[in-house]
């Protein structure tokens, strides 16, 4: 049995428009998410094996923002591949983590890890799936088991969705849905 955690970086900051977007930083609502998430993961026993990091400055330091038991260098992956990657390049990512690594994250930017989330799942008993369709809102959190031995075998449509988890949700935040609201006026926010 393997567990995948798909986490999209946390808010990023448009404050500065001649930054390139690779390296764009968290703005200070992405710095005080990210480590609710990691609370979480750690309160639920979620620590990683092996984790795929996008080399953009947001994913980046969502990781490290997390704690410092997931940003260990021996165990953590950084990839330029994976930055604004598709659903394919992610599973190609995927497919190539060795055995030996039971639980894998994937941090990542919008559109591709949406599509991947949506595109692996095959069973929703938790009826997850309507919620991740709707919006998968930055710093959000899905976690898929697969019935496989070895990464190389997992296939779209393959996984359990077992849960999808926003840091509002954490935080008991009453607010409507607006995670990304201060990105809506950015030119291809909704895909970062």
């Known amino acids: ?103 894998v994250m994937m941090v990542g930017h919008n559109p591709g890890m949406e599509s991947f989330a949506l595109a692996l799942t095959g069973i929703d008993e938790n009826g997850h799936r309507p919620d991740m369709e709707r919006k998968f809102p930055t710093c959000a959190l899905c976690q898929f088991s697969f019935d496989v031995a070895d990464w190389s075998a997992v296939k779209w449509g393959a996984g359990r969705l077992e849960r999808f988890i926003k840091v509002k949700n954490l935080q008991g935040d ?9 990105e809506s006026s950015a030119p291809d926010s909704a895909n970062t």
């Open 1 to 103: 049995m393997k567990t995948l955690l798909l986490l999209r970086h946390a808010k990023s900051s448009w404050a500065d428009p001649g930054r390139a977007d690779h390296d764009r930083e968290l703005n200070p609502r992405g710095e005080k998410a990210a480590p609710v998430m990691g609370r979480f993961l750690m309160r639920e026993g979620l620590m990683p094996d092996l984790v795929w990091c996008s080399t953009a400055a947001r994913a980046v330091q969502t990781l490290g923002l997390l704690g410092r038991q997931f940003a260990g260098d021996d165990r953590v992956i950084y990839a330029q591949d994976l930055y604004m990657a598709s659903e394919t390049a992610l599973l190609k990512c995927l497919q190539q983590t060795h055995a030996e690594a039971d639980r």
């Open 174 to 182: 009453a607010r409507p849905a607006d995670e990304d609201s201060d």
